[in-house]
């Protein structure tokens, strides 16, 4: 169990060589420990030091707080950066004073130079401060300091979770979205229809302690008009969760087909480099490889598979297709790429592979490859007929690159890409509490057709109960405020 009293320190900046690294303090000592930084001290005390001796260290380091003159908040501070004595580094301090900082609490940010070292000794420095006059001081756990920002009310889960899509956004696009949630985007739409399923519970209430003044919104079927908006407004969220998901984890594309039919080949194109070994030797892929593009602003894991077919080569081939199966299962967007340069019947086995893991594909492009050489008539014919007719088909050609903008151009489509503008991150368990939310809006339009308030105001409280997992907050008692305020319960 974390205790939250005591305050904390990292390194907040990557290893490595740079210009500068910041090590964070926030906590109620921070600004005790930037004091004694900043200034030679003899308070190292021995490693079990008796009491005498530690009272001895205490009383230097009161000494030194009382004497040293106040900091002044968000102004820069040229410093040493002291280990007792010696000097470790030398840098900038800046002080932000509870609540104004990132975790609402005291902060300081000493910044001294980059590498792999010196960031070390002036985090071991302050954390040898630790029982110094009173100071707790130790290592942050990971995401501490956010947790903390979200803990003293400076954003919600939303806006928490945000921070760390917007560190490993994997495109424009995604950094955009995490950045909308940072600000706030994701919360105020959830905000925005929680208020108004709380204003329907309200009504919902009203009608059941006085249903002589307000059996009329239930009669009319007003009540479940704005159930069927707030169905709506629910819907609506989820869509554009989807796509933040979608830009926070990016899509899967696997590429999958007979042995040879071209499947390295379009990965190196789209990859725009070498990634993949091309021979004309079938199963050369024994293996998974997986390559990162963007398409649409979208960050998109292409996988090459091994070949799939009935009758594997070796015991090595086996394994591969055994793996191609795996990806297969977790793509967004298969690709069946089949060589239209010669007889290939044995397409059906891929696509017969493929079929026993989605009965119906819909996430299924043909890829007609080799289409610089000239066509089989078998192989056209086959195209053309049941089952693979069924499917989205694009000719294509890497030699010649045939085909190869209008398959970008398709994937774009086909990964229901929309436009950044609006969209926020999000991530699977935002996705789940919505539908879960939604399912519970379906079960209380049930109970209002069936008559019964009470359990459509119960399905109404899950609903915010789910929207409340998403943003961290609890809304039974803002409920019960606006009920108070709005309705005259002493009447």
Not at 25 to 32: E, F, M, N, T, V
Not at 40 to 48: C, I, K, V
Not at 168 to 196: C, H, T, V, Y
Not at 306 to 334: M, N, V, Y
């Amino acid at each position: 169990m974390l205790d939250f009293t005591d305050s904390i320190a990292a390194i907040a900046t990557p290893p490595g060589r740079g210009g500068i690294a910041i090590v964070r303090i926030s906590g109620a000592d921070a600004l005790k420990i930037a004091t004694l930084m900043m200034r030679a001290h003899p308070l190292m005390a021995p490693e079990n030091p008796s009491a005498e001796e530690q009272d001895a260290v205490n009383h230097q380091a009161q000494a030194l707080l009382a004497a040293a003159p106040a900091l002044k908040p968000r102004y820069a501070h040229y410093t040493p950066f002291y280990h007792g004595a010696t000097v470790v580094d030398e840098g900038v301090m800046l002080y932000f004073k509870g609540p104004h900082s990132y975790t609402g609490e005291d902060v300081i940010e000493l910044q001294g130079h980059g590498g792999n070292v010196a960031p070390q000794q002036v985090l071991s420095a302050v954390l040898a401060l630790n029982k110094i006059a009173g100071i707790r001081v130790r290592m942050a756990e990971p995401g501490e300091f956010t947790r903390r920002a979200f803990l003293n009310g400076k954003m919600d889960l939303t806006a928490a979770e945000a921070v760390e899509d917007l560190i490993s956004a994997g495109s424009d696009s995604a950094a955009k979205a995490a950045l909308a949630s940072l600000n706030g985007a994701f919360a105020q739409r959830l905000r925005e229809l929680n208020e108004e399923l709380t204003q329907f519970r309200v009504r919902l209430e009203a009608c059941l302690d006085f249903p002589e003044e307000h059996e009329d919104f239930f009669d009319s079927g007003s009540a479940r008009q704005v159930l069927a908006h707030l169905q709506e407004l629910t819907a609506q969220a989820q869509s554009i969760a989807q796509h933040g998901v979608k830009l926070n984890e990016g899509a899967r594309i696997v590429l999958a087909g007979q042995p040879n039919a071209g499947k390295s080949s379009l990965l190196n194109a789209l990859a725009g480099s070498e990634r993949a070994i091309v021979t004309n030797i079938p199963g050369t892929t024994r293996d998974v490889l997986t390559v990162n593009i963007e398409i649409g602003g979208i960050p998109v894991t292409i996988t090459d598979t091994a070949g799939l077919r009935d009758q594997p080569s070796d015991e090595i081939e086996a394994i591969g297709i055994k793996r191609a199966l795996a990806e297969l299962k977790q793509a967004d967007l298969i690709l069946l790429m089949i060589d239209s340069s010669k007889p290939s019947l044995d397409a059906l086995e891929a696509l017969g592979h493929i079929k026993k893991i989605f009965d119906n594909p819909q996430n299924l492009l043909v890829i007609k490859s080799k289409v610089d050489l000239p066509a089989d008539a078998e192989t056209a014919k086959l195209l053309q007929c049941e089952p693979l007719n069924q499917y989205p088909q694009i000719a294509s050609s890497t030699k010649s690159e045939h085909g190869l903008d209008e398959l970008r151009r398709k994937l774009h489509e086909l990964l229901g890409v929309m436009p950044t503008e609006g969209v926020f991150s999000a991530r699977r368990r935002h996705l789940q509490e919505l539908t879960a939310c939604a399912a519970a809006l379906a079960r209380a339009v049930d109970m209002l057709d069936l008559g019964d308030l009470v359990l459509a105001a119960r399905e109404i409280t899950v609903a915010q109960e789910h929207l409340g997992t998403i943003t961290g907050k609890v809304t039974s008692d803002d409920i019960l405020g606006i009920i108070f305020s709005t309705f005259c319960i002493g009447k």
